[in-house]
């Protein structure tokens, strides 16, 4: 048994691992943290945890003392002192911030406004997206977990990419997410009257997840990769939609593709490739890690379309944390994780 500890778990990515932990069976929940409820159980804060988890909210420190494997769901620029102190008393440390997923610093500063306190921290870091990056990970002690859209838009491109079957250039990524991509804290435009009925987009081709997702996809492709990205907000809990277009490279047929997505895809349990005839829907992986992808093709426009679909809060954050710590730990990747979405 690992011992795993959670520094923000009243937070919504933080309620989820300490979930997804309690049924894992080669990790303990150790200690949890937060500040506004410090000395408090988390049933208090969630009383759907009452007699599950009535565990006291603890000190940060309290969690990295008492853990083999820190997670950190911690608002973005509050992740590299924690890093370090973990770094130097040998725990591994999974961050589902940004802190550490942009390679370059000035990347950082233009869409993070941050600098890198400690380089050595971010040489030894590794982005861990376990389906296009697994190899990279392994032996690593700094996890930077990829968020939401971060993973299905690159899921859902990369066969694509990485075999030039599509063109680099006027990639565009339309993506839906349910409302807690944003987090729990109250604000206007997730106030429920303000959001129910409604849909619309933010942050339209200047989300601060473009340069994340074009380093995944340039690496990828083996050279720089840009993309156009226009997330919407959708009046649903969970659910990132990422519907993707491209335009294919000449000649390229259904077949091609398909083959291209089994041969990276075909024996990883968490991406399910759909037949052809069906689409990828936030319904049918709710609560699970599953990434749903369908292919498509618009021979009228030459068009290819992949849309992946996932649950943000499990393979867009918890889910995939625990899927890293178990690769790290050398479990099976599925340990703790095989969740059967419900069906309605
Ligand atoms: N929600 C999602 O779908 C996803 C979120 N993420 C990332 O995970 C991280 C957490 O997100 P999420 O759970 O949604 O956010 P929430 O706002 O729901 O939770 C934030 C947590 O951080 C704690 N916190 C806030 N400010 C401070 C502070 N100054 N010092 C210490 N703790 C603090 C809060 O604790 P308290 O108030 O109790 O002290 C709370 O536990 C973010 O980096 C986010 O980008 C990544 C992928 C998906
Ligand atoms: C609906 C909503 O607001 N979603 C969040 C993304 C949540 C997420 O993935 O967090 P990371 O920033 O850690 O990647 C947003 O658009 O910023």
């Known amino acids: 048994m690992i011992r795993a500890g959670v520094v923000g778990a009243t937070g919504y990515a933080g309620a989820e691992l300490v979930r997804l932990l309690s049924g894992h069976p ?14 408090k159980p ?11 988890c009535d565990r006291i909210c603890g000190t940060q420190e309290e969690v990295v003392e008492q853990s083999d494997v820190v997670f950190a769901a911690l608002p973005h620029g509050l992740s590299q ?10 725990k591994v440390f999974i961050d589902l911030g940004a802190d550490f997923r942009l390679e370059n610093e000035e990347d950082y500063q233009e869409w993070y406004g941050g600098t890198y306190r400690y380089p050595e921290l971010h040489e030894a870091s590794v982005y861990a997206l376990p389906e296009l990056f697994r190899e990279a990970i392994r032996g690593k002690k700094i996890l930077a977990n990829p968020g939401c859209y971060t993973t299905a838009v690159p899921l859902a491109l990369a ?4 075999n030039g079957l599509i063109q680099k250039e006027g990639i565009l990524a339309d993506c839906k997410s349910g409302v807690t991509g944003a987090g729990r804290k109250l604000t206007q435009n997730t106030h429920y009257p303000e959001l129910n009925e409604g ?8 989300h601060r997840h473009t340069p994340e997702m074009e380093q995944s996809l340039s690496r990828v492709a083996g050279s720089k990769v840009k993309i156009t990205f226009v997330p919407h907000l959708l009046p649903v809990n969970r659910g990132i939609l990422a519907t993707c277009y491209a335009k294919l490279t000449d000649g390229v047929t259904m077949e091609q593709m398909q083959n291209a997505y089994r041969e990276a895809y075909g024996e990883e349990y ?22 749903d992808i369908s292919l498509h093709i618009d021979t009228r426009t030459n068009t290819f379309i992949a849309i992946s679909a996932i649950d943000n809060m499990v393979k867009g ?21 095989k969740l059967f979405p419900p069906a309605f």
């Open 159 to 162: 066969p694509a990419l990485k």
């Open 81 to 90: 002192e924690l890093a370090k102190e973990c770094f130097e008393k040998g």
């Open 199 to 206: 849909m619309s987009a933010y942050k339209v081709a200047s």
């Open 270 to 291: 968490f991406i399910r490739l759909l037949p052809q005839g069906r689409e990828a829907d936030i319904k049918n992986v709710r609560y699970s890690n599953f990434c």
């Open 42 to 52: 988390l049933s208090e804060v969630y009383p759907a945890y009452y007699q599950l």
């Open 317 to 337: 954050a918890a889910g995939q944390a625990i899927q890293n710590m178990n690769l790290v730990f050398g479990f099976n990747e599925t340990t703790g994780l």
């Open 26 to 39: 080669c990790a303990e929940l150790a200690a949890i943290s937060s500040v506004s409820f410090q000395g």
